[in-house]
């Protein structure tokens, strides 16, 4: 079966990072855009950043030059670097995988709070 794994998740200080993995299995890993979202309390979930099969990476504003999203099809894991962050960055962080099907895993929690 299909799994998205995300793992990386935890408390850190305003100012902090933290690098967020998602390992996924049962797919064609390297074929598939991939994506994070997350959703923070009271909110809609959003994306957040995404990478094409062909290593092109998007980002939402609110992100830009601070967080960065990358991929190793040898290890079928993509990753999202969080540098400076700040307490609006609170969220459950989703792994999402998008090609003719589309997976999701179960959520990783990133909490900013000093």
């Known amino acids: 079966q299909v799994q998205l794994v995300e793992s990386g998740g935890g408390l850190v200080q305003p100012g902090g990072s933290l690098r967020l993995s998602c390992a996924a299995s049962g797919i064609i890993f390297s074929i598939y855009t991939m994506s994070w979202y997350r959703q923070a309390p009271g909110k809609q979930r959003e994306l957040v950043a995404a990478?094409?099969?062909?290593?092109?990476?998007n980002y939402a504003d609110s992100v830009k030059g601070r967080f960065t999203m990358s991929r190793d099809n040898a290890k079928n894991t993509v990753y999202l670097q969080m540098n400076s962050l700040k307490p609006e960055n609170t969220a459950v962080y989703y792994c999402y995988a998008g090609k003719l099907r589309a997976y999701w895993g179960q959520g990783t929690q990133v909490t900013v709070s000093s």
């Open positions: 990478i094409t099969s062909g290593g092109s990476t």
